[in-house]
Structure formats: C-alpha cells, structure tokens
C-alpha cells in the first residue's frame, strides 16, 4: 500500500517537472533571440552564450543562433587582441610627384592605389575612429585592424564632382579610390577620419557640392569626420584657457551651424603640438560661447603603432600615428614600419567583438576597468 503511494508521487513528481521544462523552453528561447549581440552588456554572460534568465533546469549549455561569430581554432588563428594598431596619418594627395612636391607629406593616386592593394594582401582591415575608440573591433578573424586618418581637409584627399547632374565622388582622389577599391574588396572596410579646419570653410575638400554637401557625402558613406582647431593652431603655444576653448570650440560651433546635430569627438593635434600640462584639461573638453566639446581621443603626429584602447598603457589624449610614406623616405613612416609590423606584435582578431582574446600571459597587459561588458579570454 505505501509502495503504490511512492509510485503516485514519483509520477506526480515527474509530470510537475515535464510541465515546467516543457513552459520554459519559449520563454528560453525568447530571450536568446531579443538580446543584442552588439550593445554592451553588464551582464555577466559567457564569451557565446545569452545571459541566462532565472530557471529551475540548469540545461542549456548550446550557444544561441543568429550573429555570433563561429568559434575559431585559436591555435591556427592565434589570436592577439592586445597586440598593436597601426593608425595612419595622411595628409595631400597629388596626381603625380615633382621637384614642386614638399618631402614628406604628399603621397601620389597611383601610390595610395597600390599602398591599398599591399595592405589589403598583408592582413590589415579597416576600423572607424569610434570602434577604436570602444574597442569594437569587427574585423575578420586572423586579420590586423587598421585606420585611416586626414589632416587638413585637401582636395587631393576628397572633393565632389558633377556627373549626369549627380554629386559624386571626384575618382582622381583618396576616397574616389577608396570607394573603387572598396567595390573590388569590401572586406578591406570603408573607414577613415578627416580631421578639418572649418575656418577654411570652402578651401575644405574644395570641389564642387556646399560644405554641408561634401561633409554630408562623407558621412553618409561611412567615414568620419573630427576637429583639427580653428585656424590649425598649435596647442604648444596657447597661453591660456580661453584660447584652447577658442580654437576648439570655433571649430565645433561652425561645425553644428553648417551640420545641427553632428559633433566632433577627436582631434588631431595640429603640428603635433600639445598643450601646456597645466591647460591639458582644456583640450580634453570645454565650452565656447555656448557650445560643448569632447574629445574622447587626441591624435599625435607620433612614430608607432598604438596600442589598443583597452592596454594597461593607452593614454587617449596622446594616440600614437604613423606618417604615411613621403617623396623621401623618412624613418618611422608607414614604409618603415610594413615590414616591421609583424604578426607576433600586431593586433589580430578572433573575429568576435564580444570576446578579447589573448595568449596566456598576455592578459596583464588588459585593463579590466576598459573591457565594457567584453570578457577576456586566454589560451
Ligand atoms: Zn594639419
């Protein structure tokens, strides 16, 4: 008789349990489905599975479907996303060199084409100032990210052209060749910052088109845009506050007349000139005349690859650039550094930007306080 009893409630037991297992599985399911695989999360998820949502079955261990990236053998790929990022720095762009030509920041179309295509065949991949600025690195796994940056606002580097009544991108410049170039390999990303005067209102990508029109193009085609100071000042010889927030800010409120709603978050020092220590602060952010500014980096002209925003030793308001390669060679441009920038010190990717994987002892160099809802993976 109190066997039979046992045997009801063992049953009754196992049919409770079916019940529930058989009602979370939506609700599971749901969950894995709706969470953003991009947003930053404070969660504290896995390296590939859904933050998990409070449940009687501890069962689900399978990684959720949609965009993760597919796990990679870290051993082939050997990951290093502590390793260095090459930012480059660019200034004019000419159809060809002469003896007119100044010796060291002009580089020639053919040039840059053929800079691109070596690049590409090297591993590297273009990332945005800002997914560098957010360690958000996309690139593919086994590839070493990379970004583009333009000083001055040249006409060489972009300018509008009028075709069948169309704005479009003049061919016979850095972006015209970028955008082709893009065509051939989307892989190789279409990323860079023009960092610009505004004060040179339309000497800036001088062309065809408005300013709105030009900055417009380039933003609409994923590029970037960033302060350079009213007047290409040199921060080196500022004398006080005021004439930091002056310079900075000048630039930004011309900046939202011509474009309400969009702002600069970068600048590149002009001259690579940096300010007094005691007026750094000014430069970081400030106000003029009503308006706000930020800069959440500050470019060097500097001589080495950086390193990546989450390095123990990152310092954003000092971010090291290369010079692209001159009429002469100059030591510590991007001609030096090619063959320099080998695999064993550059940055490269595990393909998921949820993840910072880096070999085993490697991990002292991250910052966990930068990692922002990433985790950190060794091996
Ligand atoms: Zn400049």
């Known amino acids: 008789m109190k066997r039979k009893w046992i045997r009801l409630l063992i049953i009754l037991i196992l049919a409770v349990a079916l019940l529930i297992i058989v009602s979370c599985k939506p609700e599971k399911r749901r969950s894995a489905d709706a969470k953003p695989t991009d947003a930053p999360t404070t969660a504290p998820a896995g390296p590939h599975t859904p933050a998990p949502e409070p449940t009687t079955t501890p069962e689900v261990t399978r990684a959720p479907e949609g965009p993760t990236p597919e796990p990679v053998d870290y051993s082939v790929v050997q990951p290093n996303e502590i390793g260095e990022i090459p930012i480059v720095m660019f200034h004019n762009f000419i159809e060809n060199l002469d003896e007119t030509t100044d010796d060291e920041f002009t580089t020639s179309f053919q040039e840059f084409e053929e800079l691109l295509e070596t690049l590409y065949n090297q591993g590297?991949?273009?990332?945005?100032?800002?997914?560098?600025?957010?360690?958000?690195?996309?690139?593919?796994?086994?590839?070493?990210?990379?970004?583009?940056?333009?000083?001055?606002?040249?006409?060489?580097?972009?300018?509008?052209?009028?075709?069948?009544?169309?704005?479009?991108?003049?061919?016979?410049?850095?972006?015209?060749?970028?955008?082709?170039?893009?065509?051939?390999?989307p892989d190789f990303g279409l990323k860079g910052i023009f960092y610009l005067n505004m004060d040179k209102e339309l000497k800036t990508f001088e062309g065809a088109g408005t300013l709105d029109e030009r900055l417009s193009f380039l933003l609409s085609h994923g590029f970037e845009i960033g302060n350079h100071t009213w007047g290409h000042f040199n921060l080196e010889t500022a004398k006080d506050t005021l004439q930091i927030q002056e310079t900075l800010g000048k630039n930004e409120k011309r900046l939202r007349e011509i474009m309400p709603g969009v702002r600069f978050y970068s600048l590149a020092l002009p001259f690579g000139g940096k300010a007094p220590q005691e007026l750094a602060d000014a430069v970081n952010k400030g106000d003029y005349d009503g308006v706000a500014y930020e800069n959440e980096t500050i470019m060097a002209v500097g001589y080495l690859p950086s390193v990546p925003s989450i390095h123990i030793d990152y310092d954003p308001t000092y971010v090291r650039r290369i010079r692209s390669k001159g009429k002469i060679d100059v030591k510590f441009d991007l001609a030096y550094w090619l063959p320099l920038m080998t695999r064993d010190r550059m940055y490269i990717s595990d393909g998921n930007p949820g993840t910072v994987v880096v070999p085993t002892g490697m991990e002292k160099s991250v910052a966990p306080d930068k990692l922002n809802g990433k985790s950190l993976v060794t091996y």
Do not use: C, Y
């Not at 360690?135 to 990210?145: D, Q, R």
């Not at 169309?166 to 060749?177: F, M, Q």
């Open 124 to 185: 590297f991949r273009l990332i945005s100032m800002r997914d560098f600025i957010e360690h958000n690195i996309t690139v593919p796994a086994g590839k070493i990210p990379m970004v583009f940056t333009f000083d001055d606002g040249s006409s060489g580097q972009f300018n509008l052209i009028e075709e069948n009544g169309k704005l479009v991108a003049n061919p016979r410049s850095a972006v015209g060749i970028m955008i082709r170039f893009h065509q051939k390999h």
